[in-house]
């Protein structure tokens, strides 16, 4: 089939000068910041975003962490750090930038490769934008450098198309050199976009083809030696990754990932083809369902509304701005040698498939939870290809802005229902850092801390708790002078020998000594902050089975009554809430460890005449035993009352506290409290 020659079509222009463009690329920013920035102002840090507190507080440089696996990644790290410093919004902003800096890439790039389609490069630029199967865009501060690597990796490609446009061999150099040296930048930084260049050499074949008259083998040869300088970088990073540096972590250690490959290939080959064809169906279909539905089940009916209205207004500006730019047909529609939706079509297939197996490889899949979604990432350009050029190839012109607004509705939904629990997150981060500021006013050097979250919430690393600590209570810069451990069945064995248990993270050096740990949860997410006392635990009836086997080794001893309270820095966790319930309690706590029953007791009475009650009846505990102390049995039987009608289990659980008191003070309250709580 003979292909139109039109002068267009082999030399567009090296930059937009239509208006249209721009407004398709208004269209792809307005959506994507309905997608990403209604909730971004409550939005913080999550798991690996405290990597630059973590270097603050440790005096371990970012680049000295990153050495271990990723050192260009160390040194990036380090420059933006020093540019956006610590506060939560601008890490937010900066990696939407890169988001939206890869569509405005990948829109060019579809334009250069089909000029006259305006729409469906909006719609590549679009569906890469708010791509519903990568849910890790909250965490901006880990993530911003995967998002802007893949945008360069997107220009990188966008380079070496408009080389082979280039109508001077200078230019065509110049382009190529600046196209190849991005390929080693990227690839060092996440080398799970070595699929990318397979990508690559599919679109510099296409665009050869689109120009040749039938003679594939001329093509190909074409296609190949062009691709030379890429493939040349490439191989010299892949052969640095295999063979000269060493990771010390085991994920990403290549002579572990060598040795199983070569131990059954067979095996492994198998096992890589079913992972990446189940990948394949999840990252092209599973994304746009998976992550809403589960993320819909622990949502709120008013959140899930405002979602689906958010949705609603996406998908309907899709439909209007489509209407409305589009509605003359786009000139030169027919594009160069065949259908460019089929074109679409096979590179999209292909370019997802050679962007999965590097990540098969190493024994990776997707999964649509916690960080393991992430591996749809580097397959989300091509998926863009390959889903627009169905649209365009199965659906009828007059439907295909409503197919199109039936995605975004989807992604954006998707979206703001993972911010909101993202949100949620940073929220009851927050009140644990506030609230620990006004139960503390300070942490002896040496001290462990066990902070024990919801479910749901819980830390799954040790730094999660003793990076945020340190930087309210011991700034830096390092050594650490506070630790801590996650509780969970495998770590609650040391906690209850009191041992101590070394860590070498990412050449951060240190002990855990649980002869010296303080104990806190919070049993739910209404729950306020309790810090426990090992001689006397109060315990929840939601607290969890681990956390009451672990409340025993708590030394109330760590905190530094003596102290001036730390205030957490507002540039990271924002201004200071309200003084409600949470504060009072804290407040009362600190004084009851101060033996200061006056002054709990007067907190309480205050507290109690402004209406304030808590949720976990168990928080009445400084208060009841302050009146016992005071003698003022009548507010004594009063609040016991209230815990014996509101929570029975919370009687038995303080009734046993007294039962078994030791002291001398614990004793003079013990009768008359057992006589009041512990009823049948």
């Not at 089940?297 to 209007?320: E, H, M, N, Y």
């Not at 907190?603 to 005449?609: A, Q, V, Y």
Request: charge should be neutral; charged fraction near 15%; proline fraction near 6%.
């Amino acid at each position: 089939m003979e292909a139109s020659n039109l002068p267009e079509n082999r030399n567009p222009p090296m930059k937009f000068i239509k208006t249209r463009d721009w407004l398709w690329l208004g269209l792809v920013l307005l959506i994507a910041v309905l997608g990403f920035l209604p909730q971004v102002g409550s939005l913080g840090y999550y798991h690996d975003d405290w990597f630059p507190t973590i270097s603050r507080v440790s005096g371990v440089d970012l680049w000295d962490m990153h050495l271990v696996d990723r050192p260009t990644l160390g040194r990036w790290y380090g420059i933006i750090n020093n540019r956006l410093g610590e506060s939560p919004l601008a890490w937010h902003l900066f990696a939407f930038a890169a988001r939206f800096a890869g569509a405005f890439f990948l829109y060019w790039l579809s334009r250069l490769i089909w000029p006259g389609q305006r729409m469906a490069a909006a719609l590549i630029a679009l569906i890469y934008a708010v791509y519903p199967g990568f849910l890790q865009q909250p965490s901006a501060n880990n993530f911003q450098a995967i998002i802007f690597d893949y945008a360069a990796s997107i220009l990188s490609i966008t380079l070496s198309i408009l080389a082979i446009k280039a109508k001077r061999l200078w230019l065509n150099i110049l382009l190529t050199l600046a196209a190849a040296g991005m390929v080693y930048f990227y690839l060092s930084i996440y080398e799970a976009l070595i699929g990318m260049e397979g990508f690559r050499f599919l679109l510099i074949w296409l665009v050869y083809r689109q120009e040749s008259t039938g003679r594939w083998l001329k093509t190909t040869g074409k296609a190949i030696l062009q691709f030379v300088p890429y493939l040349l970088v490439a191989g010299y990073f892949l052969y640095w990754r295999l063979f000269i540096f060493n990771s010390v972590r085991v994920a990403m250690n290549s002579d572990a990932l060598l040795a199983q490959l070569t131990a059954n290939p067979g095996g492994t080959a198998l096992q890589v083809l079913i992972t990446v064809v189940t990948d394949l169906v999840d990252t092209i279909l599973g994304a746009w369902v998976i992550p809403g539905y589960q993320l819909g089940l622990k949502t709120s009916v008013f959140t899930s509304i405002l979602a689906i209205l958010l949705a609603l207004a996406a998908a309907a500006i899709l439909i209007i701005v489509i209407k409305r730019i589009n509605r003359q047909p786009e000139a030169n529609s027919g594009e160069v040698r065949g259908n460019w939706a089929r074109q679409a079509i096979w590179l999209g297939l292909l370019g997802v498939i050679l962007t999965l197996i590097p990540i098969a490889l190493t024994g990776r899949d997707v999964q649509f939870q916690m960080y393991l979604d992430r591996y749809t990432y580097q397959s989300i350009a091509p998926a863009a290809f390959l889903i627009t050029g169905l649209i365009f190839s199965g659906v009828k012109p007059a439907w295909r802005p409503y197919v199109s607004a039936v995605l975004i509705f989807l992604a954006v939904f998707t979206h703001s229902l993972n911010a909101s629990a993202y949100a949620q997150n940073w929220n009851l981060q927050k009140q644990v850092w506030w609230q620990l500021s006004w139960r503390a006013p300070g942490l002896v050097e040496g001290t462990t801390l066990v902070v024990h979250m919801p479910p749901g919430y819980r830390y799954p690393e040790d730094f999660e708790i003793w990076a945020p600590a340190s930087r309210i209570y011991y700034p830096g810069p390092g050594p650490l002078k506070i630790t801590a451990e996650v509780l969970n069945a495998e770590t609650l064995p040391a906690m209850l020998a009191r041992e101590i248990t070394g860590r070498d993270y990412r050449g951060v050096v240190y002990q855990r000594d649980f002869n010296q740990a303080v104990i806190i949860s919070m049993p739910t997410e209404k729950s306020c902050l309790h810090v426990q006392d090992g001689a006397k635990p109060e315990l929840s009836p939601a607290d969890d089975p681990l956390l009451v086997q672990a409340a025993g080794i708590s030394r109330l001893d760590r905190i530094d009554t003596a102290s001036t309270s730390p205030t957490p820095p507002k540039i990271i966790f924002g201004s200071e809430p309200e003084h409600g319930w949470c504060y009072t309690y804290q407040q009362a706590s600190l004084a009851r460890q101060q033996n200061n029953w006056d002054a709990v007791a007067q907190l309480g009475d205050e507290g109690f005449g402004a209406g304030q009650v808590p949720v976990d009846l168990v928080e009445y505990a400084p208060f009841l035993e302050a009146y016992l102390h005071l003698n003022r049995l009548q507010d004594t039987e009063n609040l016991a009352a209230r815990i014996i009608a509101g929570e029975p289990k919370t009687a038995q659980l303080l009734c046993k506290n007294y039962q078994a008191a030791t002291t001398a003070s614990d004793m003079e309250i013990a009768q008359p409290a057992i006589s009041i709580l512990c009823q049948k």
